[in-house]
């Protein structure tokens, strides 16, 4: 029998509508006004979180990242390192029994310091030191300790005590002599490290910057170092560190660690270490001969002074020496010099002050010729002057 089709009357489709509206909520009226916004909110269920694998992957690129940055820092760390192993059996581990007077009583202790073997323009090897680290105690006294743990005593020493430098002579063919560097060319804010024996822990190495130079007013203790010109370096410098290198990224030596600035005894981020243009001048004076041959100019000066005060051409001249009297019969006198007279270079160098000037003088040489410039009555003067042996 064929099917049948049959379509609903108009009333049943309009019950039917009515009651579709009802089930969903929809009333007829209303989809002739305005419609009205709606929030939605989603439960917190529903709220979308990253993915473990996003994370992963997130974090897999920022380690990326931070090798690549750290790659640089990396190269100069491995370069500290080779700097080290090269220079580690140059410096030598110092050990002192001294033995002091106190009164009425005889006191016996024992002193660490460090030293850095060089050789010298007559093609011996001595090690390199502070003065104060062997000061009272004779060559038997004193134990040296190589990176390997060879020990063996100096067969000589000789030492200045102006310029704490003292040499202690070897016959040790198989230990190397450092490198030495120009200490004029380093600049503040460069690399620098420090190799020595703080707290008797020997061959131990820190690393910092030169934080600042020609510090020359410091004052040492008991000790007097009357010829200062220090380095200043934030690498960690501890008691038992005197006395050993303070070197540059190429691993040469360019300064013999001296002395800390501490208020607890331990390092504090100020070191200072005597350049080692002047340490190898004062070296090669003590095994030519014998002792410091200090030049004396024979003038006394202002400690007070500074260049703001001297009026006319002081122009381009930050600082100098002025000179208060002049010795008779000094070299000063037979240079022409006289009371009043400014002192603003010295044998080519600027003069940044009255202990700069005790020091350039003290280091030059005997006999020569050396050329000044003076200010006196605001005109600038050149002359020459030779020194003599202040001892």
Known sequence: MPAKFIFPSPALLSV??????????????????PKQPVSVRRSALETV??????????????????????????????????????????????????????????????????????????GETWVLTNRHVISGAQSHDILLRSHLGKEFHPTKIVSDESSDIALLKIDQPDLPAARIGDSRSIEIGDFVIAIGSPFGLSHSVTFGILSAKGRRDLSLGEQKIELQDFFQTDAAINPGNSGGPLLNLRGEVIGVNTAIASSSGGSEGIGFAIPMQMAIQVAEQLVTFG???????????????????QPGDSEGYSGGAMVKSVRRGSPAELARLQRGDVIVEFNGNAVDNDDHLVTQVGLTAIGESVPMVILRDGTRYRTEVVLTDLN
């Open 16 to 33: 039917k509508l009515v009651l579709c509206s009802l089930l969903h909520n929809v009333s007829i009226g209303q989809d002739l006004e």
């Open 49 to 122: 979180q990253p993915s473990k694998l996003a994370i992963s992957l997130e974090r897999e690129r920022l380690y990326n990242e931070l090798a690549e940055e750290f790659s640089a820092f990396d190269r100069l760390g491995y370069l500290v390192r080779r700097v080290s192993q090269l220079v580690k059996p140059s410096v030598i581990h110092i050990e002192a029994h001294k033995v002091e007077l106190r009164g009425s009583v005889k006191e016996s202790f024992d002193e660490a310091g460090s030293g850095v073997i060089v050789e010298l323009s007559s």
């Open 291 to 309: 002792k410091l041959r200090r030049g004396y100019l024979g003038v006394t000066l202002d400690p007070d002074f500074t260049i703001g005060e």
